[in-house]
């Protein structure tokens, strides 16, 4: 794995809570490839365990990813991700709250209001991220990131990643690391602003999804232009 | 002109409301250059005479641009376009209500609220300009588009314009119009959804002016991805 492995990572334990589901088993797959500690959350430790193992398969001997119900991945990790459906959003944050104290919390959740996925819904106030860090209070450092990634690419690591991330987050250092993440996963991010602006990302899915269907395509996704890329980040 | 005007391009006559601000005479600059009728509009006749007077004089013959206070150039055109401050929105529509019926009506507006034009505050309930279309009522035709293309590049016609444009509307007619007015002003444009999606490209504005000041560029902006510009529009 060391020759995949650029100098400056740093690895650290990630878990990952709706692990089961395509996008976080993605995010996990290319983080674990990359030489970070991945854990998959569920509810039901065992479904994250068959999905870790299925993941682990696909790395071919590259790495080994871990599964475990929510509350022991989110304790043993230093960031922790939530990739879960937005109906599960807040209970599951609030289920492993104590284990988030302190922590990087990355919110991957996009507020899709079945059956109208194409129409952006966003809840009262504006960002889903954004009302889950008022419920969490201060002590979580809730990032908001990966919301137009479409899934399919993220299995095939040769694949390149043609979307932008769009990092938002009122904590500056916790986007930074973030930002770092994406890039370890092999995507372009950006520093979007203030944990407010994740509304942009959040509506921006539904969009996607109405592109998706209007012009036939799967995995439509967005670029920056304008402004160019920033260097790999200084940290790992 | 003849030589810079597409052969399937039906000349109609267009009104832009605020049409002496950077983005509105922006778009006024490359419509008329395309081959279609522009009438500035602004409060003050006046105003928008004087900046029709520069409009035509950037364009160094090929044609000439038209002013009028707002009324008088709604009423003209059979396509009006509101690029106004977030805080006129309402109230300019509003003023011309009745030379709006049964015509498109292209909002441009962004809900920016100073001084945090980089924070994303979008009013409650989402989308500006579904709440603007709440207001006139179904007898107008709303279109939401234009909000993330920086007005810095609009008015230099050779300049590539290196943004996509996001066309929303619960009207599919409408849009495909919208959609060909962007086409001929040198954009690629999208079907994004019902009106309501419109929310995503009014938060974008935000995170660009986000990523406008912290990477340090003056007009960043996106494209899509993942999908194939369509091709040049069948109606004019």
Redesign the interface.
């Known amino acids: 794995m060391t020759d995949q492995t650029p100098a400056t990572l740093v690895p650290i334990t990630i878990a990952i809570l709706g692990g089961t589901g395509k996008e976080g088993a993605g995010l996990g797959f290319r983080w674990a490839h990359a030489g970070h500690r991945v854990i998959l959350g569920s509810r039901e430790a065992d479904r994250a365990v068959t999905a870790a193992a299925d993941l682990t398969a696909l790395l071919g001997g590259r790495a080994t990813v871990e599964g475990a119900d929510n509350a022991t991945a989110a304790a043993a990790a230093t960031v922790v991700v939530l990739a879960v459906p937005f109906s599960a959003q807040q209970a599951t944050a609030l289920s492993v709250r104590d284990a988030l104290a302190g922590k990087i919390l990355i919110d991957v959740t996009v507020p899709l209001v079945p059956p109208k996925v194409?129409?952006?819904?966003?809840p009262?106030g504006?960002?889903a991220v954004q009302r889950l860090q008022d419920e969490l209070g201060p002590q979580v450092r809730v990032v908001s990131a990966f919301q137009n990634v479409?899934a399919v690419h993220l299995k095939k690591i040769d694949h390149p990643i043609?979307?932008d991330v769009?990092v938002?987050g009122d904590d500056a250092d916790a986007r930074e690391q973030v930002v770092a993440l994406a890039n370890a996963a092999g995507m372009v991010a950006?520093?979007?602003?203030?944990l407010?602006?994740?509304?942009?990302?959040e509506?921006?899915t539904?969009?996607l999804i109405?592109?998706?269907k209007?012009?036939k395509?799967?995995?439509?996704?967005?670029?920056?232009?304008?402004?160019?890329p920033?260097g790999p980040p200084a940290g790992g």
């Not at 950006?190 to 203030?194: D, I």
């Not at 799967?218 to 160019?228: K, N």
């Open positions: 194409d129409r952006v819904q966003l009262a504006g960002s479409s043609d979307c769009l938002c950006w520093h979007a602003g203030v407010a602006n994740s509304a942009a990302a509506a921006l539904s969009v109405a592109i998706n209007r012009y395509v799967s995995s439509s996704g967005i670029r920056l232009t304008g402004v160019a920033p």
